[in-house]
T-cell receptor
Framework: GQNIDQPTEMTATEGAIVQINCTYQ??????LFWYQQHAGEAPTFLSY????GLEEKGRFSSFLSRSKGYSYLLLKELQMKDSASYLC????????????FGRGTSLIVHP | GAGVSQSPRYKVAKRGQDVALRCDPI?????LFWYQQALGQGPEFLTY????????KSGLPSDRFFAERPEGSVSTLKIQRTQQEDSAVYLC??????????????FGQGTRLTVV
């Protein structure tokens, strides 16, 4: 089975840096995704990590440690529009290619 | 189309009514997923298609839920005799590759179902 844990809610200040953590316990592993979801909208893809280390893409970076079952999403130079839910999703191995999602972290950016 | 399209965007159904939710995936995408998302929760897996084959329906909550993708493109999720607990956003996602290759999934905007 899959167990994915991430904080329910975080707040941060415009211009700051915030790190959203995700821990997972899965029966297999075939990559970890981060999605952003604004209220009432579809989740949109942010990043995909399959190997350990940091992947940087503009203001967003994602880190993975497979041995620890741990990932984080780092958002720099926060903007008000970054207020959204951030979903961690794990793709299990062994022929099941179906991403399993955590409940999401609601990030509130305030001035 | 350029993205995943779902219709209707909003559906209000009376308890006991049957509903059909449609998903048009990105052209050429092999994999199609249906998820159910309750308010404040992450998407919960319902069912998965690879082309026209329904390879996994383990997430369907009851036999009132049925999904099909007869020609390997458009998919329909049908819910019979709707109950209030079926109220949620139903998300469809497609991805390019099939079994053995996990790639990013592109989501539609969802259908918000409210059962009254």
């Amino acid at each position: 089975g899959q167990n994915i844990d991430q904080p329910t809610e975080m707040t941060a200040t415009e211009g700051a840096i915030v790190q959203i953590n995700c821990t997972y316990q899965t029966s297999g592993f075939n990559g970890l995704f981060w999605y952003q979801q604004h209220a009432g909208e579809a989740p949109t893809f942010l990043s995909y990590n399959v190997l350990d280390g940091l992947e940087e893409k503009g203001r967003f970076s994602s880190f993975l440690s497979r041995s620890k079952g741990y990932s984080y999403l780092l958002l720099k130079e926060l903007q008000m529009k970054d207020s959204a839910s951030y979903l961690c999703a794990v793709g299990p191995a062994g022929g099941s290619y179906i991403p399993t999602f955590g409940r999401g972290t609601s990030l509130i950016v305030h001035p | 189309g350029a993205g995943v399209s779902q219709s209707p965007r909003y559906k209000v159904a009376k308890r006991g009514q049957d509903v059909a939710l449609r998903c048009d995936p990105i052209s050429g995408h092999v994999s199609l997923f249906w998820y159910q998302q309750a308010l404040g929760q992450g998407p919960e897996f319902l069912t998965y298609f690879q082309n026209e084959a329904q390879l996994d329906k383990s997430g369907l909550p009851s036999d009132r839920f049925f999904a099909e993708r007869p020609e390997g493109s458009v998919s329909t999720l049908k819910i019979q005799r709707t109950q209030q607990e079926d109220s949620a956003v139903y998300l469809c996602a497609s991805s390019l590759n099939g079994q053995g290759a996990l790639t990013e999934a592109f989501f539609g905007q969802g259908t918000r179902l409210t059962v009254v």
